[in-house]
């Protein structure tokens, strides 16, 4: 009879975005008195990068753990979007169970069933809270139904059809086993003590040869790669020699030379841990996730671990606009080469590529939101670089070229239907459900090539008047739809001058379409600085001064008023871009420019493109 560690559990918490995942594990770790009374603890304290503050989302997998009782729980907090599945998908090899969050007004989203349609492949224990029981028209019961909907449909089998439910407010820190909100109790004693009965306890085999593999990375500056993963046999102790099993099937050698475990938001240095421990190794130069680290008379791997493949590339390249260099610390190729180097240290998701040019690399990720946060950090950081328009990412399967589909599910007012089913059927998207919940909502589901998502949003949200949310996660790869999907509609407004905007410009020409650009703003010739109401590029000059004259007159000289510019986020300009243009991205300003500055060098080419067609 194998012993069970009754002392431990490992658990993965796992939602669609936004359900409520990092403010539940903040309460679970304030009520396990794992910090001082005076200590001070931020909301959302997972979220330890800029970027998870300050949009509210969790990018990277994070570890901790928290003691009930005489049982410490492990706990890893997971990301919900998709772009950072590859995050999910590793971290459910480390854990015996899953606590799958769901919202109790939003109920099962895209994000929802990818997450969980991981869960159930590998076999685990889930156990379903119903967050925000607190929320206004929270509807626990139904919400409840549609997860065992969602479960019969990915085919759950019967042990994990028997699914232990919890309502809580992870806000609140209040749980209870009923859907009624006034039971809540006062803790969230219920989902701790769900966590102990339901969530099987690891297998005690300390004594047999030794099994760890790595799962996530991180990277420190004073000791190199860092492997966080789980020990799945035997015992690993400080300076022990080991050897690592590599993907390619080579072996190496080294000795661990620290070792910590998880307590709160802190790493502990420990010097021995056993089967069933979470813990980070560090003491080798060269590992990768899925490597399995055991004894050197004892080498004996484990099954691979699957990473999902990219589904979108960029190019970067070295910033070489007018105002190259003006703005940023890093800009050289070198410099940009290895930062995209060190982010390879820890995304497994992500490849760079050379190019036949040394100042451009072929960067591929998991979609735009993924690659949008790398460029994002990398202009937090200093760096100054061009990339070009999103582009999916083609793979050959049986001989036919596939492209990837995404599965879209759309909440809107019934009002917009119409005009969604529309549009979304003009980018090649095939609908799949349709539900009216009666209160004036209607959720759409669609299946639609990644490809007819670059830039829909911005129309989207125009369309539904920002009431409608769309949601959208990768489904499969399906033969390539002929034909142009997507893309933008409206031309651009492009300055034939360098210089400086002036009020007057705009002024006289601000009817010719909407301004990216406000007056002072310094510009450059083949910079975009608008969108043209029609559907082809105009070039403008918006550096035109008023000619002063010396006759006066009491009307003539009244203040110039003009309509606020619209400035684009990042992710607003990456989805923009069309294809014979980049996005400049530096610390201080996002422009977009065309690919050729020069305005008849552009015509040439336009023309040549045109013979080529006809």
């Known amino acids: 009879m194998l012993k069970e560690r009754e002392d431990l559990r490992n658990i993965a918490i796992i939602a669609h975005v936004d359900h409520g995942k990092t403010t539940l594990v903040d309460q679970l770790l304030k009520q396990s008195g794992i910090f001082r009374s005076n200590e001070q603890v931020d909301d959302r304290a997972m979220d330890s990068n800029d970027i998870e503050r300050e949009r509210g989302i969790t990018i990277l997998a994070k570890n901790t753990a928290v003691h009930y009782k005489e049982t410490k729980i492990n706990i890893l907090d997971t990301p919900g979007h998709a772009d950072f599945g590859g995050e999910v998908e590793r971290i459910l090899k480390m854990v015996d169970g899953v606590v799958l969050v769901v919202d109790a007004y939003e109920g099962c989203m895209p994000q929802t069933r990818f997450v969980l349609k991981k869960a159930l492949e ?45 309502y809580a407010s992870g806000f609140n820190g209040t749980a209870s086993l009923s859907p009624d909100p006034e039971t809540q109790e006062e803790t969230l004693r219920v989902l701790y003590d769900s966590i102990i009965e339901h969530i099987p306890a690891p297998i005690d085999n300390r004594e047999e040869p030794l099994q760890f593999q790595v799962s996530l990375l991180d990277y420190n500056d004073y000791v190199g790669r860092i492997g966080i993963g789980r020990i799945f046999r035997g015992t690993m102790k400080v300076g022990q020699h080991v050897s690592v099993l590599k993907r390619d099937g080579s072996i190496k050698n080294f000795r661990v030379t620290k070792m910590a475990g998880f307590l709160g938001l802190k790493r502990v240095e420990i010097e021995e841990a056993f089967a069933g421990d979470l813990v980070a190794v560090s003491g080798m130069e060269a590992i990768d996730v899925g490597e399995t680290i055991c004894p050197v008379d004892h080498p004996e791997a484990l099954p691979a671990l699957h990473i999902d493949e990219p589904t979108l590339q960029m190019t970067f390249l070295v910033n070489n606009s007018p105002f190259a260099g003006k703005e940023g610390k890093w800009v050289t190729a070198r410099k940009i080469e290895e930062r995209l180097e060190a982010e390879l240290e820890t995304d497994v998701s992500l490849r760079v590529e050379p190019t036949d040019s040394p100042d451009a690399w072929v960067v591929s990720g998991r979609g735009e939101l993924h690659l949008s946060i790398l460029i994002e950090n990398m202009r937090r950081e200093g760096y100054e670089l061009q990339v070009s328009k999103p582009e999916v990412i083609i793979r050959e399967i049986d001989g036919v070229k596939c492209e990837p589909y995404e599965r879209v599910q759309i909440d809107t007012p019934e009002a917009y239907t119409g005009a969604v089913i529309e549009s979304l059927g003009a980018r090649k998207g095939e609908m799949l459900d349709m539900i009216n919940n009666g209160n004036g909502q209607v959720r759409l589901v669609f299946q639609v090539p990644a490809r007819g998502l670059i830039g829909y949003t911005t129309e989207f949200l125009t369309m539904t008047h920002g009431y409608g949310i769309l949601n959208h996660t990768f489904d499969t790869y399906k033969p390539i739809v002929h034909g142009k999907v997507g893309g933008r509609r409206n ?19 601000e009817d010719r379409g909407t301004m990216f650009v406000e007056a002072g703003t310094p510009i450059y010739a083949g910079m975009i600085v608008g969108e043209n109401t029609r559907d082809t590029d105009l070039t403008i000059n918006l550096t035109r001064a008023k000619q002063a004259t010396n006759v006066r007159s009491a009307t003539k000289d009244q203040t110039v008023t003009t309509k606020k510019p619209r400035i684009m986020s990042l992710e607003e300009a990456l989805q923009y871009l069309d294809d014979d243009e980049y996005c400049e991205v530096t610390p201080e300003s996002i422009r977009l420019r065309k690919k050729v500055l020069d305005k008849n060098e552009r015509e040439r080419i336009q023309k040549k493109k045109k013979l080529a067609e006809s």
Do not use: C, H
């Open 491 to 509: 031309g651009v407004l492009v300055s034939m001058e360098n210089g400086a905007v002036t009020p007057y410009s705009i002024s006289q020409l």
């Open 122 to 166: 590998e076999n685990i224990k889930p156990i379903v809270v119903v967050n925000k029981i607190d929320r206004d028209f929270a509807r626990p019961t139904e919400v409840v139904d549609e997860v065992l909907e969602l479960f019969i449909e990915l085919d759950a089998n019967d042990e994990q059809l028997e699914f232990p439910v919890v």
